[in-house]
């Protein structure tokens, strides 16, 4: 059992944070558009929690698509993942559908990506929602999603940058832009 831990936080000075991570050898990928489609059971909404239900993302990278279930543990992004590769978008779609999901929001993205150590470091530019920078490790189900969280909350902090932690995922924080606009 594999678990994907995350923080995320939006970035203000995007600059710094570029310059930060090049301090520590940390180079971003160049950019790469995902175009991500969120799925929730049916009869869930955005008023309840999501610890404990499972929810479907369909992806497109470069012509290629990915299929992802995430159920959250300790909270919103520490989840429990599997994800695999689909040749066709719109089949998957409807089969999504007819597993009983229903769609939520579309988050269009463009992704760069890193890695120092154990972690991931993604700096996405997520249309509606601003610039946000995402840390994350895959760990074994038997370890704390909170306690990871910690740990890399403390590796932000220490590159010495202006971040704003949210502990919404893009499908909330696109929806909420969305709907205040």
């Given at each position: 059992m594999t678990q994907e831990i995350e923080v995320k936080y939006r970035v203000r000075d995007l600059p710094a944070l570029e310059e930060a991570l090049a301090r520590r050898e940390v180079f971003l990928s160049p950019p790469a558009r995902q175009d991500d489609q969120a799925y929730a059971e049916n009869g869930w909404t955005y008023e309840h929690s999501k610890i404990g239900v499972t929810f479907a993302r369909l992806r497109t990278q470069q012509d290629r698509h990915l299929f992802t279930i995430k159920r959250p543990l300790d909270n919103a992004?520490?989840?429990?993942?599997?994800?695999?590769?689909?040749?066709?978008?719109?089949?998957?779609?409807?089969?999504i559908v007819a597993m009983g999901f229903h769609p939520t929001i579309r988050i269009v993205k463009t992704r760069r990506t890193a890695t120092l150590g154990d972690m991931a470091i993604c700096v996405d530019?997520?249309?509606?929602?601003?610039v946000f920078v995402e840390i994350e490790r895959t760990v074994s189900g038997q370890e704390s999603g909170t306690a990871v969280q910690e740990e890399l909350d403390t590796f932000?902090?220490?590159?010495?940058?202006?971040?704003?932690?949210?502990?919404?995922?893009?499908?909330?924080?696109?929806?909420?832009a969305l709907t205040s606009a």
């Amino acid at each position: 059992m594999t678990q994907e831990i995350e923080v995320k936080y939006r970035v203000r000075d995007l600059p710094a944070l570029e310059e930060a991570l090049a301090r520590r050898e940390v180079f971003l990928s160049p950019p790469a558009r995902q175009d991500d489609q969120a799925y929730a059971e049916n009869g869930w909404t955005y008023e309840h929690s999501k610890i404990g239900v499972t929810f479907a993302r369909l992806r497109t990278q470069q012509d290629r698509h990915l299929f992802t279930i995430k159920r959250p543990l300790d909270n919103a992004m520490a989840c429990l993942e599997h994800e695999t590769e689909v040749t066709d978008r719109e089949q998957m779609h409807h089969a999504i559908v007819a597993m009983g999901f229903h769609p939520t929001i579309r988050i269009v993205k463009t992704r760069r990506t890193a890695t120092l150590g154990d972690m991931a470091i993604c700096v996405d530019e997520v249309e509606h929602a601003g610039v946000f920078v995402e840390i994350e490790r895959t760990v074994s189900g038997q370890e704390s999603g909170t306690a990871v969280q910690e740990e890399l909350d403390t590796f932000a902090r220490s590159l010495g940058v202006e971040l704003e932690r949210t502990v919404d995922t893009y499908d909330s924080l696109v929806r909420a832009a969305l709907t205040s606009a």
